[in-house]
T-cell receptor
């Protein structure tokens, strides 16, 4: 049972344009959501998070939007840079236990 | 920010043997976790490493196969026992600090294990 889904295996965008990565979840107990970026041969790097009491969180070029009614979140990267090329994972957590449930990841390629 | 290291970074092992992976953090942490990423798959939590007591395992993972130790607030080990080719994965430790929020986890670089 895949509780966190990233339906797009890959996304390709031009440098300077917006990248939008999507994530859906099924477990209504999830109350905290995170995005991670992963380069080959490295561990995931924490990017940005959002609590379920908010619908938007912004940090520099990265903005995460949460639509609880649709059980959907998205990560916007503006403007996209070639260095953003990586695998992006969304993750969700229920309560303060700390267990993260990850999506399958989306490979983002930003072309110069 | 804290430095999280893992040893070994990669290994090739024969089936039936065991490998112990170390995770070291340069500052005290609240919680430590072990994840597995099988080829082409997402990250899956194996267990939460509890200091001074038995780890808490997720469904599908058992202590006999993945014994875990956490003797202090900066160090943990994961052993992959009696390995088979299906154990070929990247194994990652992650940590969190209560003051940063229990949800935000920070990952080590991973250990790439290949079982032949």
């Amino acid at each position: 049972d895949q509780q966190v889904k990233q339906n797009s295996p890959s996304l390709s965008v031009q440098e300077g344009r917006i990248s939008i990565l999507n994530c859906d979840y099924t477990n209504s107990m999830f109350d905290y959501f995170l995005w991670y970026k992963k380069y080959p041969a490295e561990g995931p790097t924490f990017l940005i998070s959002i609590s379920s009491i908010k619908d938007k969180n912004e940090d520099g070029r990265f903005t995460v939007f949460l639509n609880k009614s649709a059980k959907h979140l998205s990560l916007h990267i503006v403007p996209s840079q070639p260095g953003d090329s990586a695998v992006y994972f969304c993750a969700a957590s229920a309560s303060s236990y700390g267990k993260l449930t990850f999506g399958q990841g989306t490979i983002l390629t930003v072309h110069p | 920010s804290a430095v999280i290291s893992q040893k070994p970074s990669r290994d090739i092992c024969q089936r039936g043997t065991s490998l112990t992976i170390q995770c070291q953090v340069d500052s005290q942490v609240t919680m430590m976790f072990w994840y597995r990423q099988q080829p082409g798959q997402s990250l899956t939590l194996i267990a939460t490493a509890n200091q001074g007591s038995e780890a808490t395992y997720e469904s599908g993972f058992v202590i006999d196969k993945f014994p875990i130790s956490r003797p202090n607030l900066t160090f943990s080990t994961l052993t992959v026992s009696n390995m088979s080719p299906e154990d070929s994965s990247i194994y990652l430790c992650s940590v969190s600090w209560l003051e940063k929020g229990p949800h935000e986890q920070y990952f080590g670089p991973g250990t790439r294990l290949t079982v032949t």
